[in-house]
């Protein structure tokens, strides 16, 4: 996958269509929220309510707010002084402020989010259950969507901390492996841009060298919004 995945927006949006909406709102959302250097599981949207003596009546992550959102089909309208972002739960206090990204900024993404949803073909928006899965078909949906890829030198390798100049290991798997774990636990992952996380030809490697020439964490996403469909109920 050392070339795009997907020749347009449109074609990408409309393949995210048919995965799962918890997915595809995360996809979105991080399309919007990376470049800006945040997480929506850890932002949160809080609320007051009680005036004069004011106080946070609602918290919840910028993810569940916009996943919420486009399950009722509905577009934010949020008011100044009222709701906020936040790096904590249930806090109003100005040091807590999320000062990168500002309420109006924020609705126009959930609307962005779910009137492309919503389009036609609009999204299923059921929690679909992921069926029963064998690492023969995963390792044969894998071979379609990489090809010329070598999936046993393909090793997803999470690290305690990735910017320090030696890398503590975490965990390594085999690329099969670790989807199959996700999947079979219901779970699409989906991966940040910053995790502590790389691609490597061999397991428990920091190494430079070792890195895949194709592959990257971000590379997944796409390639999840590929094969994921298949497995869906």
């Given at each position: ?34 470049a800006l250097g ?125 910017d320090v100049a ?68």
């Amino acid at each position: 996958m050392n070339t795009q995945a997907f020749s347009t927006y449109s074609e990408r949006l409309l393949a995210l269509k048919l995965t799962r909406v918890d997915f595809a709102v995360q996809v979105l959302l991080g399309d919007h929220l990376e470049a800006l250097g945040l997480n929506p599981h850890n932002l949160y949207l809080n609320t007051v309510a009680g005036f004069p003596d004011p106080q946070v009546e609602t918290s919840r992550t910028l993810f569940d707010e916009t996943l919420a959102c486009v399950q009722k089909q509905t577009l934010a309208h949020y008011t100044q002084g009222i709701t906020n972002i936040f790096s904590k739960r249930y806090s109003f206090a100005v040091e807590d402020r999320v000062k990168a990204l500002d309420l109006i900024t924020f609705e126009k993404i959930v609307a962005d989010i779910v009137t492309g949803l919503a389009e036609k073909p609009g999204m299923d928006l059921s929690e679909r259950p992921i069926l029963p899965l064998s690492a023969e078909a995963l390792h044969g949906a894998l071979k379609v969507h990489l090809p010329g890829v070598d999936l046993e030198k393909v090793f997803i390798t999470s690290f305690v901390n990735h910017d320090v100049a030696n890398p503590v290991v975490f965990s390594s798997e085999p690329l099969v492996e670790y989807l199959l774990a996700h999947l079979r636990n219901n779970d699409i992952p989906y991966h940040a841009k910053g995790d502590p996380q790389a691609i490597y030809l061999v397991p428990f490697s920091g190494e430079e060298r070792h890195l895949h020439p194709r592959l990257t964490p971000a590379h997944l996403n796409d390639l999840l919004i590929r094969i994921v469909p298949d497995f869906l109920g």
